[in-house]
């Protein structure tokens, strides 16, 4: 089994419109919804191709609702999401048919407790043994500490079971220092990170990994 963490779950909403202008009205021509959340996104793909698939993280309120109800349809694919008493983020990308482009729009997603982080955390313990790798992917939401995926990852690190992370920022500073087995930012990330966007020259900053402990 493979298990994907998604702190900061979507329902993702994608609207198509002819021209997109700013100041007006638009009359949408197609609309799409699906699970979302960067962790959720990885599962499904997993899913597809038919390794077995665990899903953890936190959904809450009507949102959260459909987007297990949706889940819950595809094979391969377990739901172990705990619940929450916040409501699971929208994100809105608008496809502008004129120009192939796409403006994407990201709530910043329910505020967490720290009883439902500190229950978050004992159900990925549960989930740990037996788990072939961990994906810890996606933004946190307000209330879950900045150092939440270095405290996954050094779970992970203990248990023997090999881990990735895809997040940014500080999240994503600390949680290398944790010493994941593989790090995904974008040209973006790494540049924020480090400096550069060259992958080579990045992998040599030694200040990013401080001693394990």
């Not at 609207?15 to 197609?30: A, D, G, K, S």
């Not at 309120?61 to 619940?83: K, M, N, Q």
């Not at 229950?119 to 990925?124: D, H, I, S």
Request: glycine share 10%.
């Amino acid at each position: 089994m493979i298990l994907t963490v998604t702190l900061n779950t979507a329902v993702d909403l994608t609207y198509h419109v002819p021209t997109l202008r700013r100041h007006t009205t638009h009359r949408v021509t197609e609309t799409q919804d699906r699970p979302g959340g960067k962790g959720v996104n990885v599962a499904r793909v997993l899913a597809q191709l038919g390794y077995p698939t665990t899903v953890t993280g936190f959904a809450g309120g009507p949102t959260g609702a459909w987007l297990r109800e949706a889940l819950s349809g595809e094979p391969h694919l377990r739901d172990a999401l705990v619940p929450i008493g916040g409501t699971t983020r929208r994100t809105v990308a608008v496809v502008d048919a004129a120009g192939g482009n796409t403006t994407q729009f990201n709530e910043p997603g329910p505020t967490v407790t720290a009883a439902e982080w500190e229950a978050l955390k004992k159900a990925y313990a549960s989930l740990l043994p037996g788990a072939e790798a961990v994906a810890l992917c996606g933004s946190l939401p307000p209330g879950v500490p900045v150092g939440a995926y270095a405290h996954l990852i050094r779970e992970a690190r203990a248990a023997g079971v090999p881990v990735l992370l895809d997040t940014s920022g500080e999240p994503l500073r600390r949680g290398i220092a944790a010493r994941p087995d593989l790090v995904k930012p974008n040209a973006a990330e790494l540049a924020d990170l480090t400096g550069t966007r060259d992958p080579r020259h990045a992998a040599r900053d030694r200040s990013l990994v401080e001693p394990a402990g």
